[in-house]
T-cell receptor
């Protein structure tokens, strides 16, 4: 069962930063926060994950609050190709990913 | 490097038939997981295999089975197909089964197989 809460949808202007929130108030101390996205009709794509420190890679940044009860995925310069469903998942080890409904992000020109 | 590959891309079956879906993981990955994604929903976990052993199973009936081969590729089999089995079937690979004590493993998904049952 999904342990996260995300907004159903959000719009973002092309070229601007997209900030995607995720609440995970019941996260355990050893659980990681993962973000995946799924572009229409494709397989989900791994974006980034973290435990308690902020993380950055070539795709995005992940900001985790100090109490670890919420996080924000930041796409620094959204493009039309970033239009997708974004999933926030918390888990320990890769036994299984529990996908919720995710956030449908629409990037508009 | 090649990513996760799945075959076939699409197929159409009739109720009661059997289907076999195939997956090849990323080179060096020993764990394969299968997911079912019904239209409009997030993927649902079906199985995970690691080193040819089943490590986890989701809430799916016994009509669903899978196996992993020595080269770490995997097959998902579904017997007695129902209309409700129509979905995108996704395969994901990762470096380990998550039982070694290390807590984080990212999974890499293939493009999926679109199964339509008529």
């Amino acid at each position: 069962d999904a342990k996260t809460t995300q907004p159903t949808s959000m719009d973002c202007a092309e070229g601007r930063a997209a900030n995607l929130p995720c609440n995970h108030s019941t996260i355990s101390g050893n659980e990681y926060v993962y973000w995946y996205r799924q572009i229409h009709s494709q397989g989900p794509q791994y974006i980034i994950h973290g435990l308690k420190n902020n993380e950055t890679n070539e795709m995005a940044s992940l900001i985790i609050t100090e109490d670890r009860k919420s996080s924000t995925l930041i796409l620094p310069h959204a493009t039309l190709r970033d239009t997708a469903v974004y999933y926030c998942i918390v888990q320990y080890n890769d036994y299984k990913l529990s996908f919720g409904a995710g956030t449908t992000v629409t990037v508009r020109a | 490097d090649a990513g996760v590959t799945q075959s076939p891309t699409h197929l159409i079956k009739t109720r009661g038939q059997h289907v076999t879906l195939r997956c090849s993981p990323i080179s060096g990955h020993k764990s394969v997981s299968w997911y079912q994604q019904v239209l409009g929903q997030g993927p649902q976990f079906i199985f995970q295999y690691y080193e040819k052993e089943e490590r986890g199973r989701g809430n799916f009936p016994d009509r669903f089975s899978a196996r992993q081969f020595p080269n770490y590729s995997s097959e998902l089999n579904v017997n007695a197909l129902l209309l409700g089995d129509s979905a995108l079937y996704l395969c994901a690979s990762s470096g380990a089964a998550g039982t070694s004590g290390r807590g984080s493993y990212e999974q890499y998904f293939g493009p999926g197989t679109r199964l339509t049952v008529t």
